[in-house]
Nanobody, 117 residues
Framework: QVQLVESGGGLVQPGGSLRLSCAAS????????MGWYRQAPGKQRELVAA???????NYADSVKGRFTISRDNAKNTVYLQMNSLKPEDTDVYYC???????????WGQGTQVTVSS
């Protein structure tokens, strides 16, 4: 089982930046596919960015060129650097792990990001 703890959310003005962090438990983090999702009230959770164990990344069209996902396997942590934030980026952001060979997905508790002047 994998436990995930997110941090780094908060209130930021439009055009500003935030960096989210997600710390994972366990010793096989480097093999996990990791992702950041977001969800607004009454809407479906959507993928924002993902990174494989080998470092391959993909992004939602709405965040390409503004957000960057990265991972530090030595720290069991995945990051989401968010630049040029827009009010429509306001959501609860969730970290997710899909461990290699494990049929389960694991989720963090979520962290609120609010973009407002």
């Amino acid at each position: 089982q994998v436990q995930l703890v997110e941090s780094g959310g908060g209130l930021v003005q439009p055009g500003g930046s935030l960096r989210l962090s997600c710390a994972a438990s366990g010793s096989t983090f480097s093999t996990h596919a990791m992702g950041w999702y977001r969800q607004a009230p009454g809407k479906q959770r959507e993928l924002v960015a993902a990174i494989t164990g080998g470092g391959r990344t993909n992004y939602a069209d709405s965040v390409k060129g503004r957000f960057t996902i990265s991972r530090d396997n030595a720290k069991n942590t995945v990051y989401l650097q968010m630049n040029s934030l827009k009010p429509e980026d306001t959501d609860v952001y969730y970290c997710a792990a899909a461990p290699y060979g494990d049929p389960n997905d694991y989720w963090g508790q979520g962290t609120q990001v609010t973009v407002s002047s």
